[in-house]
């Protein structure tokens, strides 16, 4: 309805019961609203939340300093504050959704296309955010409102991390982008958007300040009621629940704040400014943070959205002893991924259910029995875990000296079981240095496909039966060199391929030999060139002589 109060026009919408998300952006300082009108106007929204409408109002414009309001001919507010600590009714009343402001912080990074899509729309992805607190800049108070209520007691549903014990309600209870400065909303008003947005002088008409974050949210909490069918009421409690439950329905702002300067010796000004900091958690700026619309709506309507996921790898190859590691979960849509295994031995670090891109960690007891396999399962993805039995009647059969994987190189290795009965065959990888080598692997003889991390690899070869290894590593891995030794039960044999993406490929032969010395023909006419790779079998340090002397420490290897 059209009147002269702002209030006036809240108290029909609500009588008539005209809608069910209710927006106001007027306000006054607690200190300047009379309390019967506070007192009136709380019953008031206590009832819009009795028939299901939800309340949304402004935090305020002064930040911690509300009731330095706008004076004078310019209409702006004072450069310092002088009447104390202060919050705006009615986004103080616990009946109400107070709405804060935030500021986008591009620091330096694109965020916006040079162009819109087709839905007018060109934000690349989500903008990070800082408290709105544009003072200095402006040179008057011009930040996010905030703080505690001098009137209202704390509602028990106003609980969680960062939430003052103060006794008082706080607020804001969220915030959404406010800056006037930086951006501003683009709007159409009387005489404005003649060409386009623009006046018939090419000027934009925009706005800013929490009183454009209050019909924002509004917007927000009617999408949620058309997704559930229902209305909210004060949606407050499930708000303050969710941040708790589904941290993923809000952006925590966490730098920033609405501190702005005071006159020393006015009251609450001790050093020349006052105010709050954003934080972890709730805070008096932005309250819970910005929200995550898709989020908020699907959490709201009971269902946790799903997030669809893909992982780094597709599984580990642990040696019998104690290990740990991890998988890399890239979200590549919203909702939330929950990480589970039903294996005893292999145990989740952590916590197990998380929204956005991260990572699972794990570890696995040392294993006294036979090999055994056990699963990941996040958002059903499967991460395979293999740990292989202690060694039992493996001796030494080889070694490869030369193993290269990941930026130009890719390594392909294939054992042959040369007997009549199937037999275990156990590689270790081991980098130059003598220290485990983890390499992530593909295995085209399986039918599953992705890659395989470990340092070492045991598999039983099929009589007269073959297994091929692949090194997995891409073009933008580090180059990882190193060496293989191979142990096994049986007579197998084997050998490596190793090619860089010039198509030059050299072949090792598994190296049974163990003489004392060995001949070696090269020819390095024609701008050929030959590799050596030598490998350090035993746990302690050896020499090697060629035209020049090497010590190879235990387990290592050198190449030239």
């Known amino acids: 309805m059209n009147s002269q ?23 006054a300082c607690e200190a300047e609203t009379p309390s019967t009108q506070i007192e009136a106007m709380n019953s008031v929204f206590q009832q819009a939340n009795a028939q299901g409408i939800t309340v949304v109002a402004a935090s305020g414009d ?46 330096g990074q694109t965020y916006w296309s040079a162009s819109n899509n087709s839905n007018a729309g060109s934000a690349l992805s989500y903008i990070p955010e800082i408290a709105w607190n544009d003072t200095a800049a402006d040179g008057y108070l011009s930040a996010s409102g905030g703080g505690a209520s001098a009137l ?9 991390t960062g939430v003052p014990a103060d006794g008082f309600r706080d607020v804001p209870d969220i ?60 949606i407050n409690p499930a708000l303050y629940a969710l941040a708790s439950a589904t941290p993923g329905a809000f952006h925590d702002i966490t730098a920033g704040s609405n501190v702005v300067p005071c006159v020393v010796g006015t009251p609450d000004c001790a050093d020349g400014s006052m105010g709050y900091t954003a934080g972890p958690g709730y805070d008096q700026v932005t309250g819970l943070g910005s929200v995550d619309t898709y989020n908020l709506v699907s959490a709201l309507d009971g269902i946790e959205q799903v997030a669809p996921v893909v992982i780094s ?24 991924w929950t990480a589970s295994t039903t294996a005893s031995w292999i145990t989740i670090i952590g916590a197990v259910s998380r929204t956005g891109n991260g990572t699972v960690s794990f570890t696995v007891t040392a294993n006294t029995g036979a090999a055994r396999s056990g699963t990941l399962t996040i958002n059903g993805q499967t991460f395979t875990i293999s740990q292989e039995s202690p060694s039992s009647g493996l001796s030494d059969a080889g070694s490869m000296a ?7 190189w890719d390594t392909s290795l294939t054992l042959i079981d040369l007997g009549t009965a199937s037999t275990e065959a156990r590689i270790d990888f081991s980098g130059n240095a003598g220290s485990a080598l983890m390499l992530p692997f593909t ?61 030059q490929e050299a072949v090792v032969p598994l190296e049974t030999r163990d003489a004392p010395s060995y001949l070696l023909a090269f020819d390095d006419t024609g701008a050929l060139a030959t590799g050596l790779a030598i490998a350090n079998l035993a746990t302690a340090a050896q020499t090697s002589t060629s035209s020049s002397a090497t010590t190879l420490a235990g387990r290592s290897a050198w190449g030239a």
């Open 5 to 27: 109060d702002a209030f006036t026009s809240a108290t029909y919408a609500i009588d008539q019961n005209v809608g069910e998300v209710l927006s106001i952006s007027y306000g």
């Open 62 to 107: 002064q930040g911690a300093a509300d009731c330095d309001e706008p004076v004078g001919a310019s209409g702006l507010p004072p450069s310092s504050a002088s009447r104390g600590l202060a919050v705006d009714f009615p986004g103080s009343s616990p009946y109400v959704t107070g709405a804060g402001g935030t500021e986008f912080n591009e620091n």
């Open 152 to 160: 209202f007691a704390k509602p028990s549903w106003q609980k969680g």
């Open 175 to 234: 915030a959404l982008s406010a800056s006037p400065d930086h951006d501003p909303y683009l709007i159409c008003s009387a005489g404005w958007c003649t060409n386009g947005f623009r006046d018939s002088q090419t000027y934009l008409d925009t706005i800013g300040g929490t009183s454009a974050a209050v019909p924002t949210f509004a917007g927000i909490v009617a999408l949620i009621n058309q997704k559930t069918h229902s209305s909210q009421g004060n």
């Open 313 to 336: 790898d597709s599984g580990e190859f642990f040696a019998p002893s104690q290990g740990s590691g991890t998988v890399g979960v890239t979200a590549t849509g919203a909702g939330s």
């Open 402 to 408: 030369q193993i290269a994987s990941g930026g130009v």
């Open 443 to 503: 295995f085209p003889q399986q039918t599953f496909t992705g890659t395989m991390l470990g340092a070492t690899l045991d598999q039983i070869l099929n009589p007269h039966g073959q297994f091929v290894i692949n090194t997995a590593g891409s073009s933008s891995d580090p180059v990882s060199v190193g060496w293989a030794q191979l142990s096994t039960g049986g007579a197998v044999n084997g050998f490596a391929i190793f090619e860089n993406s010039n198509g």
